[in-house]
């Protein structure tokens, strides 16, 4: 298992550090981390799980 070396930030992430860094996978999924503290590891999600993600954060699914 390979570390992902091609972190991003969102565009979305504000300057107050509350962000999170996420890195294409060569199988397509995606791997997610802490940006304050990369050195403690990240998940790893399939291309599926990952696209449902995204399409529930579009439908309004963890809207407070």
Known sequence: MD???NWRKSSYSGSNNNCVEIAD????????RDSK????G???????EWSAFVDSVKAGEFDR
């Open 25 to 32: 996978l060569a199988d397509g999924g995606r791997a997610v």
């Open 3 to 5: 570390t992902p070396t």
């Open 42 to 48: 990240f998940f790893r999600f399939t291309a599926g």
């Open 37 to 40: 503290s990369p050195g403690d």
